[in-house]
């Protein structure tokens, strides 16, 4: 195990001069051991395009889906913390060490990035839509998980490496939903979890559908409370779970 920090950026049609300014930053600012670019269904064009980068690209020729990607990257890693940041840069890379500082400094197992806190600097909004979206997520996943948050969803986290050797094998979410599902394992297994304030801007072009991930959302809320509240030896989801298909683990898949 290598101390210091291992970066994953997931990837899907990303803009490639905008991610190649952001791993740039990401690098002077934090220094890490590692970047690991995981690319999804990349061009020949995307992949030129990040060619000379202070960073290591893994690219696959389909969709993963973001959580699958964090995943895959997060298990390549050797450093003794894990982190992660979206490609559009939404949050800029001073902010990611602010995230990334209580894991490092060894004062949390997980520190999520928040949009939504009273301290975040919000520097562009994003549409009334998934603006709305997010605030009715964040609420509904706040009376239903241990762990009480303003945001859920921000693409920002760290956590260390004995935190994800325990989590690994109970997540399962594959897409957007897969930080939520890390949060809420993370406070079943009694991770201290800390929630710090971002500067924010909003990016258009996201691939996230109001309407059709918002269903997806709430699933995935029901299925983490589910798993959490099995980790946490609820007899009830035990038994709901004896009669529930399960597919396999991220880190189980091939």
């Not at 809420?184 to 996201?206: Q, Y």
């Amino acid at each position: 195990m290598t101390t210091g920090v291992g970066l994953v950026v997931p990837a899907y049609r990303p803009d490639v001069d905008r991610l190649a300014a952001y791993v740039r930053a990401l690098q002077e600012e934090l220094e890490p051991v590692t970047i690991r670019i995981e690319l999804d269904a990349p061009t020949e064009d995307v992949l030129d395009g990040l060619a000379g980068l202070p960073a290591s690209v893994n690219a696959v020729p389909y969709r993963r889906g973001k959580g699958a990607a964090v995943t895959a990257g997060f298990e390549a890693l050797e450093t003794d913390v894990l982190a992660f940041a979206d490609a559009d840069g939404a949050t800029p890379a001073r902010s990611l060490a602010e995230v990334v500082a209580p894991v490092r400094e060894g004062r949390a197992d997980l520190a999520v990035g928040s949009r939504r806190h009273p301290e975040a600097a919000v520097a562009t909004h994003q549409t009334f839509a998934r603006r709305y979206m997010g605030d009715m997520f964040a609420w509904v996943a706040r009376r239903l998980l241990d762990v009480a948050l303003y945001d859920y969803q921000c693409g920002a986290k760290a956590i260390t490496a004995g935190a994800w050797e325990r989590v690994r094998e109970h997540i399962y979410e594959p897409g957007f939903a897969w930080d939520v599902e890390l949060i809420a394992v993370g406070g079943a297994l009694g991770l201290s979890v800390r929630e710090i304030p971002v500067e924010w801007h909003d990016r258009p072009g996201s691939t996230v559908s109001p309407v059709r991930d918002s269903i997806r959302l709430a699933r995935a809320l029901v299925g983490a409370r589910h798993r959490a509240k099995q980790l946490r030896d609820s007899r009830l989801h035990a038994a709901i779970a004896q009669h529930r298909e399960e597919s396999p683990a991220l880190v189980e898949r091939k």
